[in-house]
């Protein structure tokens, strides 16, 4: 299994943006595709966006559409979330999770590498 570890929250004003890390440690992440999930207060948790393995990128969630990119870079060992236009709905835990196979995937059964979380506050 590879192990995940996420950065990068924090508290935000609305409109203002962050960039997440998930940085992968303990197997070669090249081998892995990658996604992002958040969780709500109250909320289940909710599939965001993924990349494959050679960096092609799965729809993105309809809320984030135009506001959130994905993005890796295999040599640092890690995938990032660039989030801008943040708004308070965005608020959330945000989780990468990784799955060792070539394509993208949405459900969380299909990932087997779950990373702590990093929370993302935005206030309005």
């Known amino acids: 299994q590879v192990q995940l570890v996420e950065s990068g929250g924090g508290l935000v004003q609305a409109g203002g943006s962050l960039r997440l890390s998930c940085a992968a440690s303990g197997r070669t992440f090249s081998n892995y595709a990658v996604g992002w999930f958040r969780q709500a207060p109250g909320k289940q948790r909710e599939f965001v966006v993924a990349?494959?393995?050679?960096?092609?990128?799965?729809p993105y969630a309809d809320s984030v559409k135009g506001r959130f990119t994905i993005s890796r870079d295999n040599a640092k060992n890690t995938v990032y979330l660039q989030m801008n236009s943040l708004k308070a709905e965005d608020t959330a835990v945000y989780y990468c999770?990784?799955?060792?196979?070539?394509?993208?995937?949405?459900?969380?059964?299909?990932?087997?590498?779950w990373g702590q979380g990093t929370q993302v506050t935005v206030s309005s």
């Open positions: 999770a990784a799955r060792l196979a070539a394509g993208w995937a949405t459900r969380e059964v299909d990932f087997g590498s």
């Open positions: 990349i494959s393995r050679s960096g092609t990128t799965s």
